[in-house]
């Protein structure tokens, strides 16, 4: 009973609440994403990742209990969109897990389902200073004006940095410079 009402009374003031059950070791600050600077051309708006949105990348039903299993403890995802002639579209998202191990193997297994992702697309090998990984390729639909689409998945540490790159500009060599971009602590370095 105490802990409802001290998390309504936190809530009712805008402060996050890390409840003792929860699971989560998710910072209360965004770290881990692209810094705002660097798509400073078009609006964005950041939001934790619970292992529900994760799932939702995907058509597969289970990636939540996989995610636990593998000791997913939360992420951020920073989304920027707008009207560009470089990018409209930029995803930026940072998986936390509680081991090397468990990143490792929420890579893999995106590589082994990338069609539950990623339907038609195509891989290849990422790899940049602390970071490997993936370079995904979705197709461009048969639209009058699509856009290329770059889709980067790495593991560097304990987390995992997934990039999503859409608009005129976009290239892989482009979001591999942006993947190489340093993550301070609230995301804005």
């Known amino acids: ?90 995803v930026s998202q940072s998986l936390t897990f509680r081991s090397h191990s468990g990143a490792e193997a929420f890579v893999g297994f995106l590589a082994g389902h990338l069609g539950a992702f990623y339907p038609f697309a195509i891989r290849k090998r990422l790899t940049l200073a602390g970071q490997a990984g993936w370079l995904i390729k979705p197709p461009e639909c048969a639209c009058h004006m699509a856009e290329p689409v770059y889709v980067g998945v790495t593991v560097a540490g304990s987390g995992v940095r997934w990039l999503e790159i859409n608009g005129p500009r976009a290239t892989g060599a482009l979001l591999a410079s942006l993947l190489r971009l340093p993550r301070g602590p609230a995301g804005r370095a």
């Open 1 to 90: 009973m105490r802990r409802a009402a001290a998390a309504a009374t936190a809530a009712a003031l805008g402060l996050p609440v890390v409840l003792a059950g929860c699971g989560s070791a998710r910072p209360a600050v965004p770290s881990g994403i692209l810094p705002v600077s660097a798509v400073r051309y078009l609006p964005s708006v950041t939001k934790p990742l619970t292992a529900l949105n994760v799932q939702q990348n995907s058509t597969l039903h289970h990636l939540t209990a996989r995610l636990r299993d593998w000791g997913y403890a939360g992420g951020w995802q920073r989304t920027f969109q707008g009207e560009s002639k470089r990018l409209n579209l930029v």
